[in-house]
């Protein structure tokens, strides 16, 4: 009497492989899940930084500059460089020719006025009034200088430091209990940041 066959028949090789098949494919669907809550993770941080527009970022930024320019525009002066200068002006003379009248413009040198003849910008660096501006904006020994403040208001200033190989030079006004900026730790600073020339 002859042995029945099984329907199914399935060596080593075909199980081996139907195994790794539905490895493989648990591992795609589990795949699929992450990929879908990633993709709704991002979707919510979009969402979350899209509550802040392009032009309210722009706002707060303008805002920073002007109350940054508000505080410390008191204590940026004006130097002012002032010095005699000849005066000049013209006269005529006659040419004493027979044949023509003519009068020939001449210049001459009649005395000297005190003209302002250069300047620039600087800032207040202590109360007592001592000034940081450029020594190319001083560099005149011979000429007077002026320190203007916010207000108007002009001082007689008295040139106290050039140095000699940075273009920096120091100021001493007349005054007490003025606006002045602090200097910060340049260490703290990083490449990129945003700076503000006021002058």
């Known amino acids: 009497m002859n042995a029945q066959k099984p329907i199914f028949s399935f060596n080593r090789e075909v199980i081996i492989l139907l195994l790794v098949f539905l490895f493989a494919l648990s591992g795609y669907l589990v795949f699929q899940d992450n990929r ?69 413009p001449r210049y001459r040198e009649n005395g000297t006025e005190k003209k302002q003849v250069g300047g ?34 002009e001082y007689d ?11 920096i030079a120091v100021l001493k006004i007349n005054v007490n209990d003025v606006a002045f900026l602090d200097f910060s730790d340049s260490d703290d600073l990083k490449v990129g940041q945003t700076a503000i020339a006021i002058g």
Do not use: W
């Not at 991002?42 to 940054?68: E, G």
């Open 120 to 153: 620039g910008s600087g800032f207040i660096i202590s109360d007592d009034g001592f000034v940081v501006t450029n020594k190319h904006v001083v560099s005149d020994l011979e000429a007077e200088y002026k320190v203007f403040l916010s207000d108007k208001k």
């Open 157 to 167: 200033a008295k040139v106290v430091a050039r140095d000699p190989i940075y273009d």
């Open 36 to 104: 879908s809550a990633s993709s709704e993770a991002t979707v919510s941080t979009v969402q979350k930084s899209s509550d802040f527009a392009p032009q309210d970022l722009a706002a707060a930024y303008q805002d920073t500059i002007v109350h940054t320019i508000e505080k410390t525009s008191p204590a940026v002066v004006s130097v002012i460089m002032f010095k005699d200068v000849p005066i000049v002006e013209q006269y005529y003379e006659d040419t004493n020719n027979p044949l023509f009248n003519v009068k020939v």
